[in-house]
């Protein structure tokens, strides 16, 4: 469940040295903490003590995947090039062989998680998939069609991490996958929206063409961060809809077990304040990025009690 808020760059984490041996690839290579800001906790005390580990290894893979895709001045084919090294490490690790000396970091706890959990492969490789996307995307300047076409991002972009926690839960069933895909996707339009300063002017366009033609804004003024009626339609109209994915997809909290469910609350919520500031904007979001403060913490916290 990412959001876009990033890290220092993959070249300020430290890497093990030229020596990595495969032997170091054991589960007890431990993932770096999460220490950024975040919409929502990510593997906090509310977490399963037994499953911090697993979920940093998870969130520190799918973090420094995003820096390669969007941090830094690197030229697009450095990006496409470092994502490619990026999966082989990750294909490296999957049979059992040590990663290369870059982002042994990452991979060694991650290589420790895919044997004792099972990961499956596939929804980490959907996630590099999605980063090549954006890096392809910003490249052209190039926005989604419709809101078919940004889903399908969304798929591979969020909702591979709700499956992966789920996995680690061992929460399986069809329904659970709905709900958690829902959530997901909610949480990745949410940071699409609050991120509209932030994105737009390094080329990142995620209002789909065919909502801003129903709504009559104008390309150029979004270009230029214009907050016009027209704008400001579009971007409530675009917060509903998140709002309508992540209540369809909230019933999920109350299927995960003891902490997880509360953490889950949480997360719900972080999102759903979110989108609280950005309608309060009225359209603003273009010019300004809103973002969680203490307060904010008080009221999410009332409200998951209330779920």
């Avoid at 680690?168 to 949480?187: E, F, K, M, N, P």
Wanted: hydrophobic share 45%; with cysteine.
């Amino acid at each position: 469940m990412n959001d876009r808020p990033s890290p220092p760059s993959p070249a300020a984490v430290p890497v093990a040295p030229p020596a990595v041996q495969p032997a170091l690839a054991a589960p007890a290579a431990l993932a770096a903490p999460v220490t950024h800001y975040e919409n929502f906790p990510v593997a906090s005390v509310l977490c399963p003590p037994q499953l911090r580990q697993p979920i940093a290894a998870i969130y520190g893979f799918a973090r420094t995947a995003d820096d390669l895709a969007d941090e830094g001045d690197a030229l697009p084919t450095s990006r496409l090039a470092d994502l490619a090294a990026y999966q082989a490490d990750l294909h490296t690790i999957a049979q059992g062989q040590a990663p290369s000396p870059r982002w042994a970091s990452v991979f060694l706890p991650l290589q420790g998680v895919l044997r004792s959990h099972q990961l499956p492969l596939p929804l980490l490789e959907d996630l590099l998939s999605a980063f090549a996307q954006d890096v392809e995307k910003t490249r052209d300047a190039e926005g989604y069609a419709d809101r078919a076409e940004l889903l399908d991002y969304c798929r591979r972009s969020a909702n591979p991490v709700g499956r992966l926690l789920l996995h680690l839960y061992g929460v399986g069933d069809a329904q659970a996958l709905r709900q958690s895909d829902a959530i997901c996707t909610a949480l990745q339009l949410i940071n699409f929206w609050q991120d509209l300063s932030v994105d737009i002017p390094r080329n990142r366009h995620y209002l789909p063409r065919a909502d801003c033609a129903a709504h009559g804004a104008c390309q150029a003024e979004l270009l230029a961060l214009q907050s016009t009626r027209e704008n400001a339609r579009l971007i409530a109209d675009c917060a509903d809809w998140a709002r309508a994915t992540m209540h369809s997809g909230a019933p999920l909290v109350h299927r995960l077990p003891g902490r997880a469910g509360w953490e889950l609350r949480l997360v719900v919520q972080g999102g759903l304040r979110i989108l609280d500031k950005v309608e309060a904007l009225k359209g603003g979001s273009l010019h300004t990025r809103p973002r969680l403060h203490a307060w904010d913490w008080v009221v999410m916290l009332a409200r998951a009690l209330r779920m």
